[in-house]
């Protein structure tokens, strides 16, 4: 089935993908005169970077995520649609959804994104879930609340102290944000509330395959992230690169300090572990390069011309996380375009204004990524900060970092209500240590046994955390 044409035969731009950069782009078209079909296999737009915040029980869902349908109530030019995409026909020029229609295009703005990167160990996933998605967010904080609970059932101090060893798998942002917040879980939130164990007892072990963490931070900023995570108890253990995950916990191997030359290999058992260390393309990436020859890189990601079309196709744009695009800025060498929302919004911008040019006849121009700074937060009063000036970079940590990184990502969240509620809740939370959004529901398996945040989806243990 495909969609008809509207009557106006306005040209159709067709967005796969309402992330950051598919957004923008609808939102940059909103006084153009075409009509947009927006495309999402959920109902929501999300704001990534605090995602960690609902994983950890800081933010409910809502105060991080707004319905699609909402945001383009008061665009008449843009259709949403809740569905995922299984297929583009270059040919027909057509977008194919699952068990729905087909939706003709003349423009084509790919925005999928990318999920979890294993590095072809799949298997490790129901072990160590990653953090990409609402969904994950729940799953994660399951298994952290759950770990606690089983802890506390517990007699034996072996397997006791397996629940309560937290490793987080990855140092980067993502990674360090997750290592110290629970931490402060650990050690500030939930004392008080057990009778058996002390919740600061707590193991967070952060494990970084690399030589420091926050490796895209200046190596003055990435140190001082690593001390101040070691302040707050996390262990960091650099240089170790992970070579198996199972239901009891997983394998690392690090260079020997007293023989650097070789490598010793050792176990951490942990019922609680979270993967923060690889991010793959979408599927269509891969797709599209089989079916227009473009290349693709390792990652999956699509390599884009200079206007972030495919070579060949004008009008197909691919921008965010699918885009292996590079910054054309006059008078200086091509360089690689980080893997961030800042930039995933530029290209949205970028490529909606291309759309429009074409429209009006005129050449498209190649996209300029704008660096405004890269920030971390490590927990409370924690946090660095490298930012992009004419004057030159300008770099701090510590406590006025932590309220830089915290009034900032407030302003670019979606909407005057999710502002007021984050506000609200961090004020409440600085005040009190306290963490609300800590709601398990589901049944416990037979015989009234933990639950198991290592099994897999939908074994016995149904329970769920949901806002």
Not at 35 to 54: A, E, G, K
Not at 158 to 183: I, K, Q, S
Not at 389 to 413: D, E, I, K, N
Not at 424 to 451: K, L, Q
Request: net charge positive; glycine share 10%.
């Amino acid at each position: 089935m495909t969609l008809s044409a509207p009557p106006s035969r306005r040209p159709r731009v067709v967005i796969i993908g309402c992330g950051f950069g598919g957004l923008e782009a609808a939102r940059a078209l909103r006084s153009a005169p075409v009509d947009i079909t927006l495309v999402d296999r959920t109902n929501h737009h999300l704001f990534q970077p605090l995602l960690y915040q609902v994983a950890t029980a800081g933010l409910s869902a809502p105060a991080i995520a707004a319905p699609i349908r909402h945001l383009f109530r008061r665009q008449p030019n843009a259709t949403t649609l809740l569905g995922e995409v299984t297929h583009i026909d270059v040919a027909a020029r057509t977008v194919h959804l699952q068990d729905g229609p087909h939706l003709p295009y003349d423009h084509l703005i790919v925005a999928a994104g990318a999920t979890h990167s294993y590095f072809g160990r799949d298997d490790w996933a129901p072990h160590a879930p990653g953090l990409k998605t609402l969904d994950d967010a729940f799953e994660i904080r399951r298994r952290i609340l759950l770990a606690f609970e089983a802890a506390e059932k517990e007699s034996d101090p072996a397997r006791r102290a397996d629940w309560l060893n937290f490793v987080v798998v990855g140092g980067g942002p993502t990674g360090v944000e997750m290592a110290g917040t629970l931490a402060e879980i650990a050690r500030h939130t939930l004392p008080g509330e057990f009778r058996h164990i002390d919740p600061a007892a707590a193991r967070i072990i952060l494990l970084e395959g690399g030589a420091r963490v926050l490796q895209a931070m200046p190596e003055a900023l990435s140190e001082r992230a690593r001390e101040q995570l070691e302040k707050l108890g996390v262990e960091v253990r650099l240089n170790a690169r992970v070579t198996a995950i199972d239901g009891d916990g997983l394998f690392v191997e690090s260079p020997s300090s007293a023989i650097p030359s070789s490598a010793s290999s050792y176990q951490i058992k942990s019922k609680c572990m979270v993967w923060a260390a690889g991010v793959a393309a979408s599927a269509l990436g891969r797709q599209l390069g089989a079916a227009t020859g473009c290349t693709t890189d390792r990652a999956g990601r699509v390599l884009v011309a200079p206007d972030l079309t495919l070579p060949g196709h004008a009008e197909i744009s691919v921008i965010g996380d699918l885009a292996a695009a590079h910054s054309h800025a006059p008078g200086q060498a091509p360089t690689p375009v980080p893997g961030v929302s800042p930039a995933a919004k530029q290209m949205g911008r970028a490529a909606a204004a291309n759309i429009l040019r074409r429209l009006a006849g005129q050449p498209t121009e190649p996209f300029r990524y704008r660096d405004y700074g890269n920030l971390a937060t490590i927990g409370r009063n924690s946090a660095v900060v490298d930012l992009t000036s004419p004057a030159g970079p300008v770099r701090f940590s510590g406590y006025f970092a932590w309220l830089f990184w915290l009034f900032a990502h407030v302003y670019f969240l979606i909407g005057f209500r999710n502002r007021l509620v984050v506000l609200m809740d961090w004020a409440w939370a600085y005040w009190s240590f306290a963490r609300y959004a800590r709601v398990v529901t589901g049944i416990v398996e037979p015989g009234g046994r933990a639950a198991q945040p290592g099994a897999p989806h939908g074994g016995p243990f149904k329970a769920q955390a949901r806002d």
